[in-house]
């Protein structure tokens, strides 16, 4: 029997966002939220992407649009309207995600919620062993993600899709099915078709066992972490890596660091990578070549230049700066930030300072590594990160400017996001800085 309450702990008016595609899965989350809703007074938001790929696309947003008229839930929907040249799957998650954390910022939940079962969380995994991975990428996906402001959780990874096509079944509830899902041109269909079954056939319950694997795993790589940022700080210097001090390290974190400074560039896109990767920028470091590099996925090159190891997007121009902020700045992005005397909006291209927490002068200048954000809610930000959640281009991220105080305390990142230093129009203030 399927409880969501065993797997997950609820709270007194929680503020819940759900994933929802109107495909089995999903649905059965909705609906046992539902059945809990009163219990624990929740508050309860469907988001739904209609990724308009299908002429059924139509039909499951417009009934999941009445189902939630119909059980009183908060409905938000966005439609997809075009895709670039990147993977189709990874691409459409970034779309997803990042509605999706829209949504939970504008209803102030305290969680996402999405449907991936255990069998969601098998193929994640043989799909990773067989590309190639470190063992926070074998490990899958987590069930509970901390997010600056919210968590996002996985409360069915313990029930197969069998089971949850069982329970829609018994609870009368009605869903889609995605045809595409059954085609053989994508990977993860391959996995499902063919190696699930076989697994299953020789244990039922072997998504438990794919489940405790993970957790395993995301426990070792909890404490591997904490080495490699270690190491980090010994090796990596101003986005370069010192090959003297990198050749001290263990091979092993040696690797860790490598898969690090290359989620930089490739968190959007992270199926890119893999061993292969990894082996070739330890070639290049280890060879006895003073100046060489080497040419990877979407772009990015790897140069070693004597001891110093730097990868880059390769543009057009690539280049830094950093200078005081003074009355007017023009930049090199040809945006321009300047000190105003009044202005009426609140967006994020606005800024409110006290000189009293501050410290005078302010600088305007590029991303460096390690970068981060002190942002509302007693939290930090990693600026990489912000990056990736507004979507903001590889090859804009490198000149989009990051204002500091005299400390180097990140205060800004003009446009994007603000920092826990912004004021509201009715606290004290004696800045206003405005991006244009």
């Not at 200078?323 to 105003?340: F, G």
């Amino acid at each position: 029997m399927i409880s969501i309450e065993d797997s997950f702990t609820f709270h007194k008016n929680d503020v819940i966002v759900v994933g929802c595609s109107a495909g089995p899965d999903s649905m059965a989350l909705v609906d046992m939220l539902l059945k809990i809703r009163e219990k624990y007074a929740l508050n309860l938001v469907v988001a739904h992407v209609n990724h308009n790929l299908r002429k059924q696309s139509v039909q499951e947003e417009n009934y999941l649009r009445n189902y939630c008229e119909k059980n009183n839930i908060m409905f938000e929907c966005m439609m997809i309207t075009e895709y670039g040249d990147d993977n189709f799957h990874n691409e459409a998650r970034n779309i997803r995600y990042n509605f999706f954390e829209k949504v939970v910022y504008k209803y102030h939940a305290n969680y996402l919620m999405t449907a991936h079962h255990g069998d969601d969380l098998i193929e994640t995994i043989l799909m990773r062993i067989t590309r190639g991975s470190n063992l926070n990428g074998y490990s899958g996906f987590k069930k509970i993600v901390d997010m600056t402001d919210y968590q996002i959780v996985r409360p069915l990874l313990l029930y197969t899709k069998q089971e949850l096509e069982e329970y829609d079944k018994k609870n009368h509830v009605m869903y889609y099915v995605d045809d595409s899902n059954q085609k053989d041109k994508y990977t993860r269909n391959r996995y499902r078709k063919y190696i699930l079954p076989f697994l299953k056939e020789e244990d039922p319950h072997i998504h438990l066992k794919y489940l405790k694997f993970s957790n395993v795993l995301s426990e070792a790589n909890q404490f591997i972490e904490q080495e490699r940022d270690l190491a980090l700080k010994k090796v990596v210097h101003n986005d370069s890596l010192d090959i003297v001090s990198f050749k001290t390290l263990n091979p092993f974190i040696q690797k860790e660091v490598l898969y690090y400074v290359m989620n930089e560039y490739y968190q959007d896109d992270l199926i890119l990578i893999n061993d292969k990767h990894i082996e070739l920028l330890l070639n290049l470091i280890y060879s006895n070549r003073a100046n060489a590099f080497v040419n990877l996925p979407n772009e990015v090159i790897a140069t070693k230049t004597y001891h110093v190891l730097e990868l880059k997007k390769v543009t057009n121009e690539i280049t830094t700066y950093e200078v005081e902020l003074s009355k007017y700045v023009e930049l090199p992005n040809h945006h321009v930030i300047e000190q105003v005397e009044e202005v009426f909006g609140n967006g994020n291209d606005i800024c409110r300072l006290s000189s009293e927490e501050v410290s005078l002068p302010l600088t305007v200048r590029t991303r460096r590594f390690g970068d981060r954000m002190s942002i509302k809610g007693n939290g930090t930000k990693k600026i990489k990160d912000i990056f990736i959640d507004k979507k903001v281009k590889i090859g804009e991220r490198d000149l989009w400017p990051v204002v500091v105080d005299a400390r180097g305390v990140i205060v800004w990142l003009p446009g994007l996001k603000k920092s826990k230093y912004d004021k509201k129009k009715s606290e004290n203030y004696d800045i206003i800085l405005k991006y244009s």
